[in-house]
């Protein structure tokens, strides 16, 4: 069993956050950034990023994700390469292939594609 005790990403707060997408948002391109980043609304197109990503309760996401970790709570149709983590709970789902040195599917997540765990120098 996964202990999810030493992970603040699992245990984020907004405040954690310097930027938030909210809910009522609908996007649709690239988007890069380099600081922790959380979606709430829907994104279509490619996100990368040097930092944190979270995708909450709600949001869905169609794109290729190239995050430093992801935290999966919505729905994500794309490839996700989290280069320390990929965390998937239990509402959340992913549609495409993972790519992490660390992954975690919580009981009733989804997922559908292939997972590649990968050494600290691959990823």
């Known amino acids: 069993m996964y202990d999810n005790k030493g992970c603040d990403l699992i245990d984020y707060e907004d405040s ?3 930027t938030i997408m909210a809910s009522d948002i609908s996007f649709t391109g690239k988007i890069h950034f380099t600081k922790p980043f959380m979606i709430r609304g829907k994104v279509n197109g490619s996100i990368s990023a040097e930092s944190d990503l979270v995708v909450d309760e709600g949001a869905v996401v169609n794109a290729n ?3 430093e970790r992801v935290l999966v709570k919505g729905t994500v149709k794309g490839n996700v390469n989290g280069r320390d983590l990929v965390f998937v709970t239990s509402s959340g789902s992913i549609t495409g292939d993972i790519s992490s040195r660390q992954v975690v599917l919580e009981p009733g997540s989804l997922f559908s594609g292939r997972c590649a765990m990968v050494k600290e120098n691959e990823a």
């Open 16 to 18: 954690d956050f310097n």
């Open 65 to 67: 994700i190239s995050a």
